[in-house]
Nanobody, 114 residues
């Protein structure tokens, strides 16, 4: 069973940066379009960025121009570089296939202070 482990979250001030990592236990994710999602209490998990097998990327409007998704197939990893962070980016961040069919990891908490 695929296990996804997210890391890299933390507390940062407005305007700061963080780089999130997601490592898979199984290289099968290299065959998938992968995505980063985030969730805040009381709200549904939302997809914010995705990357195809060939590296084409797409972003939702709230993060476009500030976040960059990338992947390293040799490391079975997906990354999210987050720049110019805002308080509204505070959330738990998860990675998964775009369709979300792998078991969800524990996520990594990102808190942006104003």
């Amino acid at each position: 069973q695929v296990q996804l482990v997210e890391s890299g979250g933390g507390l940062v001030q407005t305007g700061g940066s963080l780089r999130l990592s997601c490592v898979s236990s199984d290289p099968i994710i290299n065959n998938d379009a992968m995505a980063w999602f985030r969730q805040t209490p009381g709200k549904e998990r939302e997809r914010i960025a995705d990357i195809t097998r060939t590296g084409r990327t797409d972003y939702e409007d709230p993060v476009k121009g500030r976040f960059v998704i990338s992947r390293d197939t040799a490391k079975r990893a997906v990354y999210l570089q987050m720049n110019d962070l805002k308080p509204e980016d505070t959330a738990v961040y998860f990675c998964n296939a775009v369709l979300g069919y792998y078991p969800w990891g524990q996520g990594t908490q990102v808190t942006v202070s104003s």
